[in-house]
């Protein structure tokens, strides 16, 4: 007696590979046999169990299952390992195309995405932004849970629709009425909800530090006693750096959405992430199994604030070294790895010694040299190197006896200069100051020689590293287009040397 005829499907879906989204294909093969239902194609956990899912979603929505069939699922390529329940939809599209209830010609030019419950409803899942994309780029249909649409809007063009059950997706390949494409997102306005610089009362090189680094992209530290207004620095840098374009935004709204974390509001404004001192070396550089993002790529294109600089775990603070060059971080697991960008500009800040009272006199502070100077080695020189300005946040008695009165805001009037100065450096060299390389440091950053010789002896004199040398060229040329001017002179060499404080604290330490 013949055989049952084999009937295959092929439907398409996507993985999730950091913010990659690579094609999955799903092969459904009916064949005469064992009753049975496999899935492989290097499968994990979740995606295995979707077989008593989506037998029941079939049966709940009131379509035929298989019987007495052998039912192969292959989700290729098989060497791309498959995570989570977002190929539930995919799955249960393929049984049906398969079975003659769903025309193949309806699927073609689709792909599929969505977690499906028993009854038969679309859960959402993470990591729909990267999909959508490149289902887009590839000239596709993108089918995706109502609960995702939101993410999918964040796309000006697009051809993605939304639907709440397997029931609205079979009616939609199969009936004349269709869903409509899901509407992109009017433009967003700028949050300007961080704060204005105008509300810190006194410090006045700090508040030309956020200037410079708002300006030049550069990685800050402020160092100060207690109470003297360094964490109110660093939220007010937020409100000085211009919103994101559409393609760094994008990169930014894929990376929040593969963490789960992408709201529709607001997905191109930068953001602030302060973690904890107590977090791990995973939880700042990413880690887990599906390798996730960590904070570091979460403040992609944002800032990433460390408060209480030493209270972190040095092994911790060294896991930054590496992103603060490169931009990226790559997270090895057995068999493959995953790459995420981490272009975030760095702003910490510390107390100077373990009592939190020295204030660079001696006597001022409860602990000794030999304690502030084991408290500041728990800092890395390789770090400290690889910050461009350190300054200094000091107590200002006088603020006090000052009466406070309303004052003039300062952030959009120095949000207009950051602009200016930031069009100039990407019209002169396609980047910003702190992302030139050195190859480059000779033609835009160069100096007379007796301004070189100035340079020089600073260096040797704080016994600072050729990196520290360049940081310093970097910053002088935000300060000089600050001012609107072509060349680098003394005086922006001067004020870049001005904005060493640590350096100069423990070479004070260093000769006691």
Not at 211 to 237: E, S, Y
Not at 311 to 339: K, M, Y
Request: proline fraction near 6%.
């Amino acid at each position: 007696m013949a055989g049952k005829a084999v009937s295959i499907a092929r439907v398409f879906t996507r993985a999730t590979q950091g913010i990659d989204a690579p094609l999955v294909t799903v092969e459904v093969c009916l064949a005469g046999g064992l009753p049975g239902f496999a899935v492989v194609g290097l499968p994990q956990a979740g995606v295995r169990e979707a077989r008593d899912r989506v037998r029941s979603a079939i049966l709940a929505s009131g379509y035929s299952f298989p019987k007495a069939t052998k039912i192969t699922v292959n989700l290729a390529p098989a060497d791309l390992p498959k995570y989570g329940a977002r190929y539930d939809l995919a799955i249960a599209i393929g049984i049906l195309v398969a079975d003659g209830q769903i025309s193949e010609r309806s699927v073609a030019g689709r792909e599929f995405y969505g977690e499906l419950t028993l009854n038969g409803d679309l859960r959402e899942v993470m990591g729909i932004l990267p999909a959508v994309l490149s289902c887009r780029d590839e000239g596709r249909e993108a089918v995706i849970p109502l609960d995702n649409a939101e993410e999918a809007a964040v796309l000006s063009v697009q051809q993605c629709v939304a639907a709440i059950s397997l029931r609205d997706v079979f009616e939609h390949l199969t009936s004349p009425s269709k869903l409509p494409y899901i509407q992109a997102q009017p433009k967003q306005e700028p949050n300007l909800s961080c704060g204005d610089v105008a509300d810190v009362i006194g410090q006045e090189q700090a508040k030309r530090a956020l200037l410079l680094a708002a300006t030049g992209g550069h990685h800050l530290l402020f160092v100060g006693p207690p109470g003297t207004g360094k964490t109110m620095l660093a939220q007010r840098l937020l409100g000085l750096l211009p919103q994101l374009d559409e393609r760094d935004g994008l990169a930014v709204a894929a990376i929040r959405s593969v963490s789960g974390t992408l709201r529709s509001t607001h997905w191109q404004q930068r953001v602030l992430r302060a973690p904890h001192h107590s977090c791990s070396a995973a939880a700042l550089v990413g880690g887990g199994s599906p390798p996730q993002p960590g904070e570091i790529s979460l403040a992609h294109r944002s800032l990433l604030f460390l408060d209480e600089l030493p209270e972190f775990a040095r092994h911790v603070l060294d896991s930054l070294r590496e992103p603060l060059e490169s931009g990226v971080v790559t997270i090895s697991r057995a068999g493959h790895q995953v790459t995420y960008p981490a272009q975030f500009q760095l702003v910490c800040a510390l107390n100077p010694s373990p009592c939190g009272h020295f204030d660079g006199n001696l006597a001022s502070a409860r602990a000794t040299p030999d304690q502030i100077t084991k408290y500041l080695g728990k800092l890395s020189g390789p770090l400290l190197d690889r910050i461009d300005m350190q300054v200094e946040v000091p107590r200002q008695p006088d603020v006090l006896r000052q009466q406070h009165q309303q004052q003039e805001p300062l952030t959009p009037t120095w949000r207009g200069w950051v602009d200016e100065a930031r069009a100039t450096q990407l019209e002169r060299q396609g980047c910003l100051n702190s992302e030139l390389k050195p190859s480059q440091l000779a033609e835009f950053c160069k100096l007379e020689d007796a301004d070189h010789s100035f340079l020089v002896a600073a260096i040797e004199q704080f016994k600072l590293s050729h990196r520290a040398y360049h940081r310093l060229l970097r910053l002088a040329r935000t300060i000089a287009d600050l001012a609107e001017v072509d060349t680098i002179s003394r005086q922006h060499l001067a004020e870049a040397l001005s904005f060493r404080a640590l350096d100069r604290l423990l070479h004070q330490l260093n000769t006691l």
